[in-house]
């Protein structure tokens, strides 16, 4: 009886290591993982972030509060959650994380910077005393879910994308870095030469340039009414001509009188002076 009252005691330590396993994974899954594809469950309820990196010693430090600030978040009825910057590039550009770790507290969509300590007792205190009030929001246009921060977002993810190419390139093909740089450089070459032609293209669709069109014959149709103006003219022109040829002829007129009444004048006045001289 001794070996079976042996084997129970490892056997019930066994039993509570197994049951209190699943517990303790539980205890850690109060933190919820924030990735690209979910970041968006972050507009609605109240939320405190955490942007980390596991290199990161700060980082490091923090995650025990962190963990232990994590189990009052229900009794709080806020979601605490973390996002890995070095797995999520994206969210890194669209939060613009300049500094480890940055936390941040969201409000229904409305963005603020957490400065404060960092203990379990201060985020208790800033969450239950609603200290976030005091706190500007961040503008919308630099909140994560602008224009302006998606487009940062996908730069950053074009970054990473890059870095793990180049890390390809070195690693695993083999090419020295030179080489690795010529890549590059003649893809960017490329998609410029390509997304210059597009935007010419779409350009000329928008704006399609006015091209100079041989002017046709004008049909036997349209001659009466084009000639009209010409006609009216020609009238105008004989019109003006005919008024001139009337002044022409009446200055004439007035000018053979004149000579005719000079020359009357000169004849009477004649034989009177040769009367005088006689």
């Given amino acids: 009886m001794a070996p079976s009252g042996s084997l129970r005691i490892p056997v019930a330590v066994l039993l509570l290591l197994l049951w209190g396993a699943p517990w303790a994974h539980g ?137 793990t190419c180049h890390n390809y390139f070195i690693e695993d093909l083999g090419l020295p870095i030179w080489g690795s740089y010529t890549v590059f450089a003649l893809a960017t070459l490329l998609s410029g030469l390509l997304l210059g032609l597009f935007m010419i293209f779409v350009a000329d669709f928008l704006c399609p340039s006015k091209r100079r069109r041989p002017q046709a014959c004008p049909s036997r149709k349209l001659q009466p009414e084009s000639s009209q103006p010409l006609k009216k003219v020609e009238e105008e022109q004989e019109a003006d001509v005919e008024d001139v040829s009337e002044e022409e002829s009446e200055s004439k007129e007035g000018t053979n009188k004149d000579f005719a009444q000079n020359a009357v004048r000169q004849r009477s006045v004649g034989p009177s002076l040769a009367t005088d001289k006689s």
């Avoid at 509060?65 to 009794?75: I, V, Y």
């Avoid at 229904?108 to 205190?125: A, L, S, V």
Wanted: charged share 25%; proline share 6%; net charge negative.
């Fill in 27 to 163: 205890r850690r899954s109060d933190v919820r993982i924030i990735t690209d594809e979910n970041w968006r469950e972050l507009l609605e309820g109240e939320w405190m972030i955490e942007f980390y990196a596991p290199w990161c010693p700060a980082c490091q430090n923090l995650q025990p509060e962190w963990e232990s600030f994590a189990e009052w978040g229900e009794d709080l009825e806020v979601n605490i959650a973390k996002i890995d910057v070095t797995e999520q590039p994206g969210l890194s550009g669209r939060f613009i994380i300049t500094a480890l770790p940055t936390i941040y507290h969201c409000k229904d969509g409305e963005f603020r910077r957490y400065q404060g300590p960092r203990t379990k007792k201060d985020f208790i205190n800033f969450i239950s005393d609603k200290e976030w009030k005091s706190i500007e929001p961040v503008s919308s246009w630099f909140g994560p879910g602008s224009i302006l921060m998606s487009s940062m977002s996908a730069l950053f993810q074009l970054s990473m994308w890059i870095r």
